[in-house]
């Protein structure tokens, strides 16, 4: 069993910066891939950003070169690092990971950016 907190959420206008973390109850150094994903109001949850244990990383369009995603194993905790936020970016940010078939999520963080 794994649990995911995140946290560093709120509230932020245009154009700022917030970098959300992701602490894990175990090694990370253990587990498979770990994501970013964020669920809007009325909209399905999607991809936002993806880290490999290895550190290969891939984004959601919307957010290349905006934002960054990396992962602290001697923390257990992954980051993402939002720059230059626009209020599409506002959703419930929830982190996850893979340990062999078993998926994880966390319970969510919000993120709201006001124009």
């Known amino acids: 069993q794994v649990h995911l907190v995140e946290s560093g959420g709120g509230l932020v206008q245009a154009g700022g910066s917030l970098r959300l973390s992701c602490a894990a109850s175990?090694?990370?150094?253990?587990?498979?891939?770990m994501g970013w994903y964020r669920q809007a109001p009325g909209k399905q949850r999607e991809l936002v950003a993806r880290?490999?244990?290895?550190?290969?990383?891939n984004y959601a369009d919307s957010v290349k070169g905006r934002f960054t995603i990396s992962r602290d194993n001697a923390e257990n905790t992954m980051y993402l690092q939002m720059n230059s936020l626009n209020p599409e970016d506002t959703a419930v940010y929830y982190c996850?990971?893979?340990?062999?078939?078993?998926?994880?999520w966390g319970q969510g963080t919000q993120v709201t950016v006001s124009s």
């Open positions: 996850n990971a893979l340990r062999a078939w078993e998926v994880y």
């Open positions: 175990r090694s990370i150094a253990s587990l498979g891939a």
């Open positions: 880290i490999t244990s290895g550190g290969y990383t």
